[in-house]
């Protein structure tokens, strides 16, 4: 299975989450939804680690900052994404409490 594909299906899960904590503004629905996007938060950061020099030929395994600034670079993107269903899940549980 494609890595990608399986994060977008985790962040799908949690806005289906979101949903559920819209309608019932209960906790179980706000710990699913943060869960969801630490989980996601994490395959992402599993398969940035492991694609940070990509996959073609002739290519040096980076070390030391040079990785990290590149698993920075990567990861960029699905933290932005998880903070964002985070920050709407904490809103949605205040805003119905």
Same mark, same amino acid.
């Given at each position: 299975? !494609? ?15 979101? +949903?559920?904590?819209?309608? %019932? ?16 938060? %994490?395959?992402?950061?599993?398969? %940035?680690?492991?694609?940070? !020099? ?11 900052? $040079?990785?990290? #600034?590149?698993?920075?670079? $990567?990861?960029?993107?699905?933290? %932005?994404?998880?903070?964002? +269903? ?7 549980? #205040?805003? #119905? #409490?």
């Amino acid at each position: 299975m !494609d890595p990608a594909l399986f994060f977008w299906i985790i962040i799908m899960v949690a806005i289906c989450a979101i +949903i559920w904590l819209f309608t %019932s503004g209960s906790r179980a629905a706000l710990i699913a939804v943060l869960c969801f996007a630490v989980i996601a938060l %994490s395959w992402a950061g599993f398969w %940035s680690w492991s694609f940070r !020099d990509g996959l073609g030929p002739g290519v040096v395994s980076s070390s030391g900052f $040079e990785a990290w #600034r590149r698993f920075g670079a $990567e990861m960029v993107f699905p933290t %932005s994404v998880c903070l964002f +269903i985070g920050v709407i899940a904490l809103g949605l549980f #205040r805003w #119905r #409490r």
